[in-house]
Nanobody, 126 residues
Framework: QVHLVESGGGSVQTGGSLRVSCVFS????????MGWYRQAPGKEREFVAS????????YYSDAVKGRFTISRDNDKNTVFLQKNGLKPEDTAKYYC???????????????????WGEGTTGTVSS
């Protein structure tokens, strides 16, 4: 059974940085495209970033492009999201999952392979 465990959330001020991690257990992530998604209170889950199984290319939503960087370590079965230049609108719970296509930038449940994890919350104050 696959488990996704996100960590690294926290509270920062505008302009700060956070690095979140996602450990994938139960299967190797080496053959999967991986994605990060987020859900703000009262809003639907949205796509944030994705990365091909090989590590390149990467894709980003317009909202985070130039500020966030997705990366992966297949040997450690881990995916990372470095978040810089944080804004209050980045406040959300962040999730990872294996995506059926990194280039689709799609956050719908039928476009990911596994059940969602608990996520990790990042709060940005002004």
């Amino acid at each position: 059974q696959v488990h996704l465990v996100e960590s690294g959330g926290g509270s920062v001020q505008t302009g700060g940085s956070l690095r979140v991690s996602c450990v994938f257990s139960g299967r190797s992530i080496g053959s999967y495209d991986m994605g990060w998604y987020r859900q703000a209170p009262g809003k639907e889950r949205e796509f944030v970033a994705s990365i091909m199984w090989s590590g390149d290319p990467t894709y980003y939503s317009d909202a985070v492009k130039g500020r966030f960087t997705i990366s992966r370590d297949n040997d450690k079965n881990t995916v990372f999201l470095q978040k810089n230049g944080l804004k209050p609108e980045d406040t959300a719970k962040y999730y990872c999952n294996a995506t059926k296509g990194a280039c689709y930038k799609d956050s719908t449940t039928d476009m990911v392979f596994f059940d969602w994890g608990e996520g990790t919350t990042g709060t940005v104050s002004s």
